[in-house]
């Protein structure tokens, strides 16, 4: 058997190609026409002619697109689909209060909606400003996970020289993060107001994040209720903390709203309004995109298209990762928003029907053409074991726009937006040659609008997948798990200190964990050294000339 042939019949990344390539097409453009979605009226478009859909792809799976669809229908009519925490899942709603199964969850949106421009358009003329200046010039948004994603997500995409407050975030529970944005900020905290987002007020970064904050203004002798916001559950801790403590405003989160779809509720629009983007905008772009998703016709509807196409290149199991590359400086942060949406929904041990299946789709990159630099070599001619996604906009720069504006020319006839432009087609190109699957998705042009069409789009697309994957998009339970085993590290921490504390010798790793009864030794040895290596934890390491790092003692 040639090589050729064999590469046909095996169930290889070639041998998929290879059957993709000998089935009978239409000619090239009558191929890309056929698997090309473009809306006039909401200025997207949606190429998925370069995955390798098999001759009766579309037919084959019709019956379970029309099973995901239902789906779909019944989620936003206010069914329960978290089952494991017997709630809706209602992000659809927030751009459409209309659609919400209950007069009282369209009145929170609605009312929510204007109290929080009303709020915005307090600060921006003075009318609620800081303890001591006449307004508020910078925003500190405080959250991690959803609760910054999307803000930071929102902030760096849709900056102008117009914005009404500089955005700076609190996202991690790094000190040196903290030391480096308040540096940043410097005697400008005074004239900044901070945004602390936990819907259940008890994530742990977020609160630490908001002590840091909370310390900082105390150093400059400002109260930090007089310049703080709380974006959190009704009555959860940060809720009461924020009542006692009388911060300048409170909004809600609602529990029908995952932290990876909340960009568009309070989470993402109370910081977007107080920076002075039209939110308005983004929530229409959004609300169209909507329009446009609910149509049960995989080639009208582009989130449907999308879904498809990761589940014929990922064969539904995950066997490819998605490599995002954005041609827009803007959307550089989208392939981080997308991890969070994708991979916290996708990437299930279970599926609905309890069976282990350990579903996913992993997403990277970063944009274009910076990254093509850096990994484009690997994508054309190493492992075959991804998609890329493409992100282009057509209107290269709107300020540069108008007839009475010549372009500005790099090169006799080309524009620097000419060259992006060459550069996304030609790595396009260049990985259909080599056998590599893509997608193409193109926004007539950027902005407020668009991002929301963005988030849109790739959340139906995440619910239509797991829908036809057949599991729950809408839980985490990895997530806790991890936090749980956090929190059992730190416990372990307060029994370490404890032991040494007690004891007037140093004491090695394996003396500490015989001590406090512990055999995780690995993760004690962990722990030490990090204790060691900050000298205001007052735990010193005591070096032995000629032994290793193993047999080192720490003492207080």
């Not at 809706?88 to 949106?109: N, Q």
Request: hydrophobic share 45%; charged share 25%; aromatic share 8%.
């Amino acid at each position: 058997m040639g090589l050729t042939q064999q590469g046909a019949d095996v169930d290889t990344a070639y041998g998929l190609w290879y059957k993709w390539r000998m089935t009978p097409k239409p000619p090239a453009f009558e191929h890309f026409r056929s698997l090309h979605f473009h809306d006039d009226t909401l200025g997207v478009s949606l190429d998925v002619s370069r995955i390798h859909f098999t001759e009766r792809f579309f037919e084959n799976v019709q019956p379970r697109l029309a099973k995901a669809f239902a789906t779909m229908r019944e989620l936003e009519a206010g069914a329960i689909a978290n089952p494991d925490e017997n709630r809706r899942v209602g992000h659809y709603w927030l751009r459409a209060p209309e659609l919400a199964p209950e007069p009282a969850i369209r009145d929170a949106i609605t009312s929510t909606l204007a109290r929080l421009h009303a709020f915005a358009d307090d600060v921006h003329q003075g009318r609620v400003h800081p303890e001591r200046a006449a307004q508020f010039r910078n925003l500190l948004v405080i959250g991690i996970g959803g609760s910054a994603l999307g803000p930071e997500l929102a902030a760096a995409a849709l900056t102008s020289s117009r914005d009404r407050l500089r955005p700076f975030f609190f996202d991690n529970t790094d000190p040196d993060g903290f030391d480096r944005t308040l540096a940043a900020i410097g005697d400008g905290l005074a004239e900044t107001i901070t945004i602390v987002i936990s819907k259940s007020g008890g994530t742990k970064e977020t609160r630490n994040g908001m002590l840091e904050a909370a310390a900082a203004y105390t150093r400059r002798g400002l109260s930090f209720a007089q310049h703080a916001v709380a974006v959190t559950g009704e009555d959860s801790e940060l809720d009461r903390f924020a009542r006692a403590q009388n911060f300048l405003a409170r909004f809600p989160m609602w529990d029908w709203v995952g932290g990876r779809t909340s960009e568009l509720s309070a989470v993402g629009l109370v910081p977007a309004a107080l920076q002075g983007l039209d939110i308005d905008a983004l929530l229409g772009g959004a609300r169209a995109m909507d329009v446009a998703t609910r149509v049960a016709d995989a080639h009208k509807n582009p989130a449907a298209l999308l879904a498809l196409a990761w589940l014929s290149t990922t064969a539904g199991v995950g066997k490819k990762d998605m490599v995002v590359l954005p041609y827009k400086d803007r959307l550089e942060l989208f392939s981080r928003y997308l991890q969070q949406l994708v991979m916290e929904s996708l990437g299930k041990r279970l599926d609905l029907a309890g069976r282990e299946v350990h579903q996913g789709i992993a997403v990277y990159g970063n944009k274009g053409s910076t990254d093509q630099h850096a990994y484009v070599q690997q994508l054309r001619d190493g492992l075959d074991n991804f998609f890329v996604t493409f992100i282009e906009v057509l209107r290269d720069a709107p300020d540069r726009a108008g007839p009475d504006r010549a372009a500005f020319e790099v090169e006799p006839g080309l524009t620097s937006g000419d060259f992006l432009h060459g550069f996304l087609q030609g790595t396009r190109q260049a990985l259909t040659e080599s056998g590599r699957e893509s997608i193409t998705v193109t926004l007539d042009a950027f902005d407020a609008a668009g991002l929301g069409k963005l988030i849109a789009l790739y959340e139906r697309a995440v619910g239509l997948y797991a829908a036809l994957v057949g599991i729950n998009a809408y839980h985490q339970p990895g997530v806790e798990a991890g936090k749980k085993a956090a929190q059992a590290v730190l416990d372990l921490q307060a029994r370490v200190v404890k032991a040494l504390s007690q004891t007037k010798w140093p004491m090695t790793c394996d003396e500490v964990a015989q001590a406090i009864g512990d055999g995780d030794r690995e993760a004690i040895f962990h722990m030490l050294r990090h204790l060691a290596a900050n000298p205001e934890k007052r735990i010193v390491r005591v070096r032995s000339e000629g032994k290793s790092i193993f047999e080192a003692t720490y003492a207080i």
